[in-house]
């Protein structure tokens, strides 16, 4: 397991751009899977991007928000373009081994809220 922490979140109006940071103790091996899923109120938790090389995104955020990572620095970035009062949740970062399915390592999350 790896140790993460978020940050970057905050208040935003709609329309607007927040970039989420993922920072990761050790070295983020490149053989980790990274993750970022959301939690709105009374939801459950839902995917919403990863990157292993290749980039996924759900449908809801895909040509809006950006995976992207940065192994020298240990970290994992989510841009958020074009953001929506629906975006509204609590940002979890996340890391797998590559070829597991569960996530195993988690970030204490950080709250981002769109106004409209």
């Known amino acids: 397991q790896v140790q993460l922490v978020e940050s970057g979140g905050g208040l935003v109006q709609a329309g607007g751009s927040l970039r989420l940071s993922c920072a990761a103790s050790g070295r983020l091996a490149s053989t980790y899977v990274m993750g970022w899923f959301r939690q709105a109120p009374g939801n459950e938790r839902e995917f919403v991007a990863s990157?292993?090389?290749?980039?996924y995104y759900a449908d809801s955020v895909k040509g809006r928000f950006t995976i992207s990572r940065d192994n020298a620095k240990n970290t994992v970035y989510l841009q958020m373009n074009s953001l929506k009062p629906e975006d509204t949740a609590v940002y979890y970062c996340?890391?797998?081994?590559?070829?597991?399915?569960?996530?195993?390592?988690w970030g204490q999350g950080t709250q981002v809220t769109v106004s409209s």
């Open positions: 990157i292993f090389g290749i980039t």
């Open positions: 996340a890391a797998r081994r590559a070829g597991t399915t569960k996530y195993d390592s």
